[in-house]
């Protein structure tokens, strides 16, 4: 048999025949790739939904995509559980790490980087000479430097940090108390259990029109509540009502599925 028709039977088969045979040989490259195909829709799902979060939505796929084959070559499919039910933390995961070590609110000259660090260390020393917090011009004398280089790094320093899991996400009212935290991982409340792309789809022929079209905006347009309801004319309220009964008929038919 040649690799090319090979290939074509690795395509033709379910995923849990792929991931026994990419557990018997890790070096199968062939069917690693047809692994990372089937499930790249994983990824783009959960990528799409931190767009207008800060980042490029290219960067957060790419993290997104890495993660994934990553959870591809550890997935033990002896174990029973589903592989995007293994997956999806991992992904979501990463993408929380790539938040907390890449991500900065603004981007600062390598002069002001270091003059800040200077001006933390000389703080630290002024503070234990005065016994109060310094000025800026104390700090400018200190570090023979001018009250204004000073006052530049201290202000700059505010917006070059690491941008904090804990900060409160802006969007729109009803989800005012959410915390980017909150928002880097809501794709796993949500589609944690679903295996294939075609579920959602069969899922959704189930539905009315009003429920399509809130699960549509929710879910793959990235739209907040209220938008969807000035669309549809309704109150945010009811949309987060309708979610809400959207996302819990989904879970039952999904755990249907696997009981049988």
Do not use: C
Not at 134 to 162: F, K, R
Not at 201 to 222: A, P, Q, T, Y
Request: hydrophobic share 35%; no cysteine; glycine share 4%.
């Amino acid at each position: 048999m040649n690799q090319m028709a090979t290939e074509k039977n690795y395509e033709e088969m379910e995923v849990k025949q792929l991931f026994k045979i990419f557990s018997e040989d890790k070096s199968n490259t062939a069917v690693r790739n047809i692994l990372i195909e089937k499930h790249l829709y994983l990824a783009k799902i959960l990528a799409r939904k931190y767009i207008n979060k800060g980042v490029d939505y290219e960067d957060i796929y790419q993290v997104a995509s890495l993660a994934l084959i990553y959870a591809i070559d550890r997935y033990d499919v002896s174990k029973g559980f589903e592989f995007s039910s293994f997956a999806t933390p991992t992904i979501v995961g990463e993408i929380k790490k790539y938040f907390r070590d890449k991500v900065w609110t603004m981007r600062v000259p390598r002069r002001i980087q270091e003059l800040s660090k200077k001006i933390s260390n000389a703080k630290l020393h002024l503070e234990q000479e005065f016994k109060k917090s310094p000025t800026p011009s104390e700090i400018a004398n200190y570090l023979d430097v001018t009250e204004e280089d000073v006052l530049e790094a201290m202000e700059a320093s505010y917006g070059y940090q690491p941008i904090s899991l804990d900060t409160p996400s802006n969007d729109d009212s009803e989800d005012k108390d959410m915390t980017l935290g909150d928002r880097v991982g809501m794709e796993e409340r949500n589609f944690s259990d679903i295996e294939q792309k075609d579920f959602l789809n069969r899922f959704m022929v189930n539905l009315n029109d009003l429920e399509v079209s809130i699960i549509e905006g929710r879910f793959f347009d990235n739209k907040t509540q209220s938008v969807i309801a000035d669309e549809l004319g309704i109150s945010q309220m009811t949309v987060s009502r309708l979610e809400k009964k959207i996302v819990e008929k989904l879970r039952k038919e999904y755990l249907k599925g696997v009981e049988i």
